[in-house]
């Protein structure tokens, strides 16, 4: 399949990034890695008048800490960028750890951070552990720029706040008192799998107490869901065994699946109470490095 006729720009600047998407309005597409926008295109279904590449902004590669805000990550940082950061496996090892579950290697290569959050498929594996680690974005558009948290961004399947014209430039993951974190997920295949569903775990653990934590589910909703009630459940009890698994039971309740050639609704139900209860086991007794 072909790809249709389009104008190409890649600006040098993101103001002038936003600007070309404001002129253009709804004829045009961002464009970084392609993974998603080129197949589509070549599926018509897809089919842009303009894309605006970010190609040239270098300074959305970064994967930095930054004293008194956290660890910043550009939105054009590649998902393989993240499996081999020396940085993110010091601090939060549960990033390359959701990275390495994405797809296959060709496409880690290519596909960006900032495109698997506006892309907003339910099943992602990335959001998941961002939300779970209180990771806000960084989005710059041609009237200025705001701040947002990260789970505040998804609206519905597919679809985010952002405006036309908005870019999410970075993700933040803020200095915290989370001890330790992880996603799980389980796909139809070994590798290269959409979540079937998955569980990303945040904990603060003092003493065999659980202080706090947050649970995110994935691919059991419109959205990456945070499962409340079992994060207000676990919080000021004394770890057991008993307690992670009726956290699970709990998580379980609250998502909302659907049934598909994937999985049906019960299921999905099923996974997430057992990855609930792993998720956590595995954030309390691993910790971060």
């Known amino acids: 399949m072909y790809l249709p006729d389009f104008e190409y ?3 040098d600047s993101i103001g002038e990034a936003c600007q070309l998407l404001s002129q253009f309005g709804a004829k045009a597409k961002l464009i970084s890695g392609g993974t998603d926008v080129l197949v589509k295109m070549k599926n018509e279904l897809l089919a842009p008048e303009v894309l605006v590449s970010i190609k040239n902004l270098e300074e959305l590669k970064k994967i930095e800490y930054v004293p008194g805000k956290g660890v910043v990550i550009g939105a054009r940082a590649k998902h393989n ?4 950061s020396e940085l993110l496996a010091k601090r939060y090892p549960s990033i390359p750890g959701a ?6 290697n060709q496409i880690r290569n290519s596909g960006t951070v900032g495109g698997n959050i506006v892309n907003a498929v339910p099943s992602a594996d990335l959001p998941p552990i961002l939300i779970a680690l209180s990771a806000t974005v960084h989005i710059v558009g041609a009237k ?3 701040s947002l948290a990260l789970e505040d961004v998804f609206t519905g399947p ?8 908005e870019i999410i430039t970075e993700v933040i993951i803020p200095d915290q008192k989370m001890t330790g974190s992880t996603y799980m997920k389980f796909g139809l295949r070994a590798a290269g799998a959409l979540a079937v569903a998955g569980v990303a775990a945040a904990v603060w653990v003092e003493n065999g107490v659980m202080k706090d934590a947050r649970i995110v589910m994935s691919a ?3 959205t990456p869901m945070r499962a409340k009630k079992a994060e207000d459940f676990l919080k ?8 992670l698994a009726e956290a699970g039971k709990k998580a379980a ?10 999985a049906s609704a019960e299921y999905r139900r099923n996974l997430v109470s057992v990855f609930t209860k792993r998720s956590l086991r595995k954030a309390i007794d691993e910790g971060h490095v």
């Open 9 to 11: 720009f890649a600006p």
């Open 81 to 84: 960028d993240l499996v081999y």
């Open 99 to 104: 990275a390495k579950q994405m797809a296959h």
């Open 144 to 146: 200025g720029s705001r």
């Open 158 to 165: 597919n679809t985010t706040c952002l405006a036309p014209d």
């Open 220 to 222: 059991v909703g419109p």
């Open 236 to 243: 000021g009890k004394k770890i057991t065994d008993e307690l």
């Open 253 to 262: 309740e609250e998502c909302k699946p659907i049934d598909d050639y994937r």
